[in-house]
């Protein structure tokens, strides 16, 4: 009877809205603490949520879910993909409640017949910006400053 309580309450303190947008999430080891509704991920990590109109998903190395907020946090040989576009990078830190993922370390992005190449940027996909900071070249062509590119328009800001 205890034990049942207990997971009564555990179920009553997830949010809906959770329920309704919880991710695919595959790696080889997890851990999942139900009290703060973080997953710890690592190895051949794969998570993928809606994100507007489309899937985003991310595969790396190590990651962290944070189911109740959907934030995701990941580092080593992550790849991001929305749609079809592509970030590689060594780092991503995704907000749902933004909208956005900020992506860092060795950028590599892929959109159609699109390459650039950066230290960090971010993609906003109800805004379909991608931002691009730091030693920017677009198709091998260093840039002078920073490059916004509008995914859905295939041009550049």
């Known amino acids: 009877m205890k034990k049942f309580l207990i997971l009564l309450l555990m179920l009553i303190m997830i949010p809906v809205s ?13 851990t999942f603490n139900p009290l703060t509704g973080v997953y710890d991920l690592v190895g051949n990590v794969y998570v993928q949520f809606p994100a507007h109109d489309k899937m985003l998903t991310i595969t790396g190395d190590k990651t962290q879910v944070m189911l109740y907020n959907m934030e995701v946090h990941g580092v ?15 780092k991503v830190d995704v907000y749902n409640s933004d909208r956005t993922a900020y992506v860092n370390g060795n950028l590599r992005f892929t959109h159609d017949k699109t390459k650039i190449t950066a230290d960090s940027g971010s993609f906003c996909w109800k805004t379909k910006l991608a931002s691009f900071h730091g030693n920017v070249k677009v198709n091998g062509a260093p840039q002078p400053g920073d490059v916004v590119y509008n995914v859905e328009e295939k041009k550049f800001i």
């Open 18 to 30: 959770c329920l309704a947008a919880e991710p695919v999430i595959r790696s080889d080891t997890r």
């Open 76 to 90: 080593g040989n992550i790849a991001l993909t929305y749609d079809q576009l592509t970030f590689l990078c060594d």
